[in-house]
């Protein structure tokens, strides 16, 4: 990387703790006087907590946010994150009235389309903003000029406009925040670098500074990029990746008269602007990206006196944008040009923030703001400051913790060719079931081969491998039953027919990414009994399906359970949720003092293959000596088999809705049990399938799946989870939240269907009632028995009433559908106990 230079404009004169010793003790040290460690500050005063010192290397502002473009648009991809920034907004609004100003103004933003793609999924946008409130209407291209007389409207199809978005200047904002948690008690220290942070059994102790050491029990990594070298000193992996960024500033050309412009943003050229004096900032996400001082071999490294700096200029990387932006605002080829930035900024391997509790208790993380950070600051300063306070999230978060990466990530290759993907990937339009191109092939099924030559089609899901489909050329595919629009994108036929043979005869799974968690001790039984909602401990050999639940009753993770000795457990969770549930449960052993217990993830010790259909047992009956009659191996019931000779583990558990068994297979034994199970299916046409046909399946059968209708909001009794939890167990974590709400559900998880089973919504589509917005889609599919398109959303229990029609906003076109009864194949569950 080149030489760097100092910003010809300093950042804001700062203020400082005159006369104030920095302290020895504090409850909660936030390290990172940007906007993100000011609001989290600002957040925490604001609940109270009054013993927390803020500190920054350098002066406030003086990471990344002194040069950022500004600009704060409130809608997402993530409801999550668009109830967030609309936080945001209310919150600079209220601090533009403050003693100390924030420099807020609601300029207005638009959209506009380039493609036809992009003006559906503007349409799109505009749905799924109905059911959050937000103002945002549709607009002509002849409305898009008039709101900005600058655009060349050559191309555009139409846009958007959010009359309350704006823009703020990024270092007041900080300031006022700044501010604000000066006066509810935060002592901030500039020109204090942490230097080390000191842990007692895996749990905070204190920070050592260049001026003295802060015994503490909370750290908060508020550092930006720099967040991944912070997070090094208490051997956390926070996988951020500084990326340079540019945009430019052109010099005063506006009529002094002409009304003050709103944000534009055209993401088919790669490029926004916003108004800035009486001229204009415009910038992009370049198509060939840089990071800052990181390598595929080596982890960021960035100077320690890079602060108030910025990169050189890369007009050659920026070529492409400065083109589009004078094509779209030819005015940008005669005006001249003020400023150019180049400054860069923490990038996450997913483009959403890296938030939360980390694996080391009391060690918290709200970094990689990903270019968003401004927008969002509001809103990550409260929900951090939330958690930090409640020791658990106070809503759902999932999409930004720092647990849903995986261990891959903790490799500096696997990290930026996944950073570099999607920052160059920003502003484009992304489909359902798209997959990543980069980063691949890190964790690998033992039988990855078999697939391989098998004609599988890989998806990847926590840097697993996994079987999506197999596509045989040879076979004649059915094609009408293809999605109607973009859902239909990334659709293929062999699912159906998967799904088809799982029901008809019997499918074989690969599905040994599940993560498996083994939790031991003497008082291991007990300690899973204080996590779960249901009873675990049955009795070896008994398997059980529960969730963990947090303080407010919401489900933390969803687990199949197996006692499989006095004191010993196996836990079985999603692949991307390894350490995200191991996290939580060593949490619990933290908090609840059950140092004895051991949790150990063994994940890649074994395989694990689905069996599933009607002829699933007369399939694996031909290849072991175990008796697998309903009478000797029940529903729920775990064994230890020869199967093939090869000795392993077979639970009596479905997540098809068909009688089947899951084989835990020793990894080395993995492909013999294969190929012995492919061999004895051939006479039943027992077919190989993939997880798309698990989603089909599972939503058929209304099986529940964490971060699709459950998640830390989602209490089990409006899931429809209410006979997993146990009613006869004296107390477990969530109990008396449960008990509060359990006769007074507001909402509940409805199974919604569509008669034409094409037309499929994608997520967060609004759902109609009398023309008023009742709900929104949380997931959708498609039941190939049942032959219709599923969604499944949460609806006012007033509203949730089986027969009842409703409608479904798609691409602005409004389609009816029926709420139909749970579950939607197999209602007695015949199948499974059969
Ligand atoms: C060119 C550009 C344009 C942008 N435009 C926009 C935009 O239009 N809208 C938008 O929403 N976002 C935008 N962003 C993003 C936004 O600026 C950032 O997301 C945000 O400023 C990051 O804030 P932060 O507090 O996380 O990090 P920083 O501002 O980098 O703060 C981190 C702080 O941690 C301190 N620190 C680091 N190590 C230590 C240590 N060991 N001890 C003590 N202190 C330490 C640093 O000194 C620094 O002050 C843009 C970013 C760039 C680069």
Redesign the pocket.
């Known amino acids: 990387m080149g030489t760097q230079k100092q910003l010809n404009e300093q950042p804001i004169a700062q203020p400082k703790e005159a006369g104030k010793e920095l302290p020895g003790r504090a409850k909660i040290v936030v390290?990172?006087?940007?906007?993100?460690?000011?609001?989290v500050a600002y957040h925490l005063a604001q609940l109270c907590e009054k013993d927390v010192v803020l500190?920054?290397?350098?002066?406030?502002?003086?990471?990344?946010?002194?040069?950022?473009?500004?600009?704060?648009?409130q809608l997402r991809a993530d409801p999550t994150l668009t109830k967030m920034n609309m936080y945001s907004v209310e919150l600079y609004r209220k601090l533009e009235k403050s003693q100390t100003p924030a420099s807020w103004r609601e300029c207005g933003s638009i959209k506009i389309a380039s493609s036809k793609e992009r003006m559906e999924e503007i349409r799109r946008q505009i749905g799924w903003a109905k059911t959050f409130g937000l103002d945002l209407v549709e607009i002509s291209t002849k409305q898009a000029q008039e709101l900005f007389p600058l655009l060349d409207p050559t191309d555009v199809v139409g846009g958007c406009y959010m009359a309350s978005d704006g823009?703020v200047d990024?270092s007041q904002l900080?300031q006022a925040m700044a501010a604000g948690a000066r006066a509810g008690g935060v002592k901030i220290f500039t020109h204090?670098?942490?230097?080390a942070i000191n842990t007692q059994r895996n749990r905070i102790k204190s920070v050592t500074?260049d001026k003295g050491v802060i015994e503490c029990e909370i750290v908060v990594n508020?550092?930006?990029?720099?967040?991944s070298?912070?997070g090094r000193?208490v051997d956390v992996r926070v996988p951020i990746v500084p990326?340079?960024?540019?945009?430019l500033i052109t010099e005063n050309f506006l009529p002094d008269d002409a009304k003050f412009l709103p944000?534009l943003r055209d993401p088919d050229n790669l490029i926004?602007f916003?108004q800035e004096v009486k001229g204009l900032?415009m910038?992009g996400y370049e198509r060939n990206s840089k990071p800052f001082m990181a390598s595929y071999d080596s982890y960021d490294q960035?100077p320690k006196d890079f602060?108030s700096k910025l990169l050189p200029e890369e007009w050659d990387r920026f070529e492409e944008i400065a083109t589009n932006a004078a094509k779209r605002v030819p005015k940008m080829s005669e005006v001249g040009l003020k400023n150019f930035?180049?400054?860069?900024?923490?990038f996450t391997p997913d483009n959403e923030f890296c938030l939360g509790e980390t694996t080391v208790g009391g060690f918290y993380v709200?970094?990689?703001?990903?270019?968003?950070?401004?927008?969002?600051?509001g809103g990550?300063g409260k929900v951090v400051a939330e958690w930090v306070v409640a020791g658990e999230p106070t809503m759902d978060l999932w999409h930004m913790d720092i647990k849903r990466f995986a261990d891959a990530y903790k490799s500096p290759r696997f990290t930026l060719e996944r950073v570099t993907e999607n920052y160059e990937a920003y502003y484009d339009i992304h489909y359902p079931l798209e997959e990543r191109a980069s980063a691949r092939g890190e964790n690998k099924s033992p039988i990855y081969d078999w697939h391989r030559q098998n004609h599988a089609v890989f998806g990847e899901k926590a840097s697993w491998e996994r079987v999506n489909y197999y596509h045989n050329p040879n076979e004649r595919l059915d094609d009408s039953l293809r999605p109607i629009g973009w859902v239909g994108k990334n659709w293929h036929p062999a699912v159906a027919l998967e799904h088809h043979a799982t029901r008809n005869t019997a499918g074989l799974f690969d599905e040994s990414s599940f993560a498996k968690i083994k939790v031991t001790g003497a008082r291991a039984g007990e300690f899973l009994n204080q996590v779960c909602a249901a009873n675990v401990v049955k009795g070896v050999g008994k398997t059980t399906y529960t969730q963990a639940l947090n303080k407010k009753g919401g489900i933390e993770s969803d687990y199949t359970i197996t006692q499989i000795g006095e004191s010993e457990f196996l836990i079985i969770t999603g692949t991307a949720f390894l350490n995200h549930d191991k996290g939580w449960l060593e949490k619990q052993v933290r908090e609840l003092n059950f140092d004895q217990v051991e949790i150990v993830d063994i994940t890649v010790d074994l395989a694990c293959f689905g069996i599933w259909g009607p002829a699933a047992r007369v399939i694996l009956q031909s290849i072991t000596d175990a008796d697998l009659s309903n009478e000797s191996f029940g529903f729920m019931n775990s064994k230890v088999i020869k199967v093939a000779g090869v000795e392993l583990r077979a639970t009596r558990i479905t997540y098809v809705g068909e009688l089947g068994w899951e084989l835990y297979i020793p990894r080395d034994a993995a492909l013999k049990v294969w190929l012995e199970l492919i061999a004895a299916g051939k006479a039943h046409g027992m077919r190989v399938c993939g997880y798309r046909a698990i989603e089909s399946l599972r939503l058929e059968k209304g099986y529940r799946a964490w971060a699709g209708e459950i998640n830390s909001e989602t209490n089990p009794y409006e899931a429809g989870l209410g006979f997993a939890v146990s009613t006869k167990k004296d107390d477990f974590i969530g109990k008396a939240a449960l008990e509060k709400v359990r006769n007074k559900l507001s909402r509940k998880l409805t199974a919604i269907t569509f008669d034409d089973i094409k037309q499929v919504a994608m997520g967060n589509e609004p759902i109609f009632i009398n023309n008023q917005v009742v709900g929104r889609v949380k997931s959708a599919g498609q039941g190939y028995t049942i032959n219709k398109a599923i969604a499944y959303a949460y609806l006012p229990v007033e509203h949730a009433n089986v027969g009842a029609t409703i409608e479904v906003e798609m691409f602005g076109i409004k389609s009816k559908a029926i709420i139909a009864a749970e579950p939607l194949f197999d209602p007695k569950g015949e199948k499974i106990k059969s």
Do not use: K, W
């Open positions: 390290i990172g006087g940007g906007v993100g460690g000011t609001s500190v920054d290397r350098s002066d406030l502002t003086s990471g990344s946010t002194f040069h950022s473009a500004g600009l704060v648009g823009q990024p900080t204090t670098r942490v230097l500074t508020c550092g930006g990029m720099y967040a070298e912070i000193l990326m340079s960024h540019q945009y944000s926004y916003r900032v910038g960035i602060n930035i180049n400054g860069p900024e923490g709200a970094a990689g703001f990903c270019a968003h950070g401004i927008a969002g600051a990550i």
